[in-house]
């Protein structure tokens, strides 16, 4: 019999691409969707560095530097260099997304069998990358009640075995938004020093701290070693599409070992690239407008969550999401009720099901993520609808 | 001890980039280096395709469908209909260039341990992808003396166990140019059905077939479930750096497994299917000028290697690569010797180590590949060169 292989098996479903099926029908039976379940921003693609790409006067569309090319890891150094991240060009690997990043920190670090240890709830994907690389996740629970701050460091020495090798955190978080502190950040260094551990930091929405500065795990000192730096301008610059991340870090055995990979898959999407080193030269104000414009959705989807009764949503300091804690019976079955089941003036929402940033089995039932990604007037109707919607729901329950 | 990964360790580094230090000293003493060595055509990526990347009006460069955006798979439906290859748009996933498409293709089928014969020598990165999945390479080794025709069937049954999974195979070939024809790929079907294999058949090549028809693994009949067809839109339109290719299969176990490889990766680049879907609509001569260029360039260095004194190159159906003997000690040196040693007017030529295309110990020794990615002027000039250099190497001998 022609199988699929067992790791093909163990791979996991996207949990937030498996209510799509209920989307559609709904918007073919007419009624409007609000899409709070993805992080797709609806922010415009900053023109000046599309203007870039339809500029371009390339004769051949040629393979770049493995590592990418010279001139956009340049311009690199400079924007990291005003982050106080101070790299040169061959600490950079240009990687098609985070994605790729993080499944190279993965392959290049960590063996099957080895363990990395995840605060969750966490982004879904990293729980594929481990599948793809045999790598064991193991979480440790960051509570709502907390703000989903970082979990204590008792609790990760609790998890640590011999075949733990690193930490995965993501900062500011998705899916709780929570923005690590530089007291929090110190904690987890001394901790990687103890134990002897990588730290991989995707640092994806770092340009998305509201509350507070971003503190990298590149502005820790004397552990250059251990960390690996996690990049990606798919958010930072709306541009989900052009598939370009980075993977850095000052440890030249990682890096010697993340260039083979880079070299086996030839080189980054090339227009990307054109688009990422265009975009760093953008007018300081960029990042302050769209800051402003995120800030502005955040303060009104926290306020209009916890108008509801029964709902709690604590005031996450970064990136563009939020988790809320719903008086629901179970948040698989109310976001499907949501698409399938109920419309309030021919319009409701979609949310993700908390259950699906969560390794531990039953926790996030009763949680969702939102993703502030629409503007404030969709924001206010989405709420609308939430709103109605857990006065009608079969499954109420205040917990 | 913070430590890199042992799949790290065994992750093979390029044999073709392991000599661009030395081609880079040659050119700072001033020396001309024609570059051979690697599959970089010269050829324009075609101005109709690049047009529509520079003429795009997005807002937001967004994720794509994680298979594809459906208006490309449209596309590529039609075009492989015309190469009597029939397949619907949800049997097509579009990928991250070929690279990407034989990952999926072993992550989805092999489990680590598993093995997949591949005739060598054959593509090196090969290698990395199967040690990146955990997956064991079984070489069958195909001869100079046979032009690398396909190896006899029963070298295939030998290497079979009971962890064989499936046979990957190039067609046309890189490194050797060879192509399979009707009666080789009947033989391969005959083979995988009998031990139930699945066939991945690289066919990135399949456009430039100078002597015959290319016969795709889609042709064979009653096998569907077993084929797994890996594309590329990297050479067929000189456009490596839009990182596009394409898995497509009729198996739907593979399709939904992949799939969930494509969503955690989220989506292949966005301005590569642009450029990918408009490269379909190029009028029907784009594929003969291409063609008539590359056949003219292999029938220069076919006939020029040939005529050097001690040298072998059979004359090979498709692609654009040769492998020649050469009266030399080992290749490697001689590459090298190439680079560091020698120049002829001030130029001189790279090449790649026939040993890199081999996973048996020792063969390739005596052998290298020859990319004709260059105009036949410049062809010209690097065989001079070439000729002069066997004439001086001190590593000569004839065996």
Redesign the interface.
Known sequence: ?????????Q????PI?KLVPFSDAAKSKGTKVYHLNIG??????PVQA?EA????T???????H?AGNESYRKKLVQYYGKQNIHVNTDQIVVT??A??AI?FAF??????T?EVIIPEPFYA?YE??AV???VKVIPVTSHIDTGFALPPIEAFEKAITPNTKAILICNPNNPTGYLYGKEEMESLKRLIVKH?L?LFSDEAYSEFCYDGDHYSAMHLTNVD??IVLIDTISKRY??????IGALITK?T??LS?VM??A??????????QI?GEAAIDLPENYFEETKAEYKLRRDTIVKRLNAIPGVYCPNPGGAFYVIAKLPIDDSDKFCQWLLEDFSFNDQTVMLAPGTGFYSSFGLGIKEVRLAYVLNTADINKAMDCLEKALDTYPGKMYS
Request: proline share 6%.
């Open positions: 019999m022609l199988s699929i292989s067992n790791r093909g098996k791979m996991p479903s996207s691409r797709q921003p609806d922010i415009a693609t599309m790409v339809r500029k371009n390339l004769r051949v569309l040629e393979y770049s493995s098609t997304g994605s790729e499944l392959m290049a670090c960590l063996d099957p080895d994907c594929g990358y793809e690389s045999g002897n990588y070693d251990n709306s541009a989900c599409g052009a598939r440890n055995a990682i070992t083979k990979f070299q086996a898959r030839l080189s980054p999407p090339g227009f990307g688009l």
